[in-house]
């Protein structure tokens, strides 16, 4: 079964910036270069909800909201996608998750993203 393990949340303060790491076990390094991969993030009460998302050729797109604050990219030698977060807001703060595959079982256990005002 693929393994996904996230991260580099915390708490920081409004303005603040992090980056979020996720790396993937048990899979090749050829299929994990033919995937897309995506972060999403819940609050409490929320839906979860596609906050970025890269594909194999690299193409990445973005929830509005986060557009020229947040960058995803990948590394396909270490089997990893990160996501730089600049310029953080309390709207912000939810559990972020890693994603390997459109529309697969293979999430990670999430990591926690606190911004404080």
């Known amino acids: 079964q693929v393994q996904l393990v996230e991260s580099g949340g915390g708490l920081v303060q409004a303005g603040g910036s992090l980056r979020l790491s996720c790396t993937a076990s048990i899979i090749s390094f050829t299929s994990f270069r033919f995937s897309s991969l995506a972060w999403y993030r819940q609050a409490p009460g929320n839906q979860r909800e596609l906050v970025a998302h890269?594909?194999?050729?690299?193409?990445?797109n973005y929830v509005d909201s986060v557009k020229g604050r947040f960058t995803i990219s990948r590394d396909n030698y270490r089997n990893r996608v990160y996501l730089q977060m600049n310029d953080l807001r309390p709207e912000d703060t939810a559990v972020y998750y890693c994603?390997?595959?459109?529309?697969?079982?293979?999430w990670g256990q999430g990591t926690q993203v606190t911004v404080s005002a």
């Open positions: 890269i594909t194999s050729d690299e193409t990445a």
């Open positions: 994603r390997l595959g459109d529309g697969s079982p293979y």
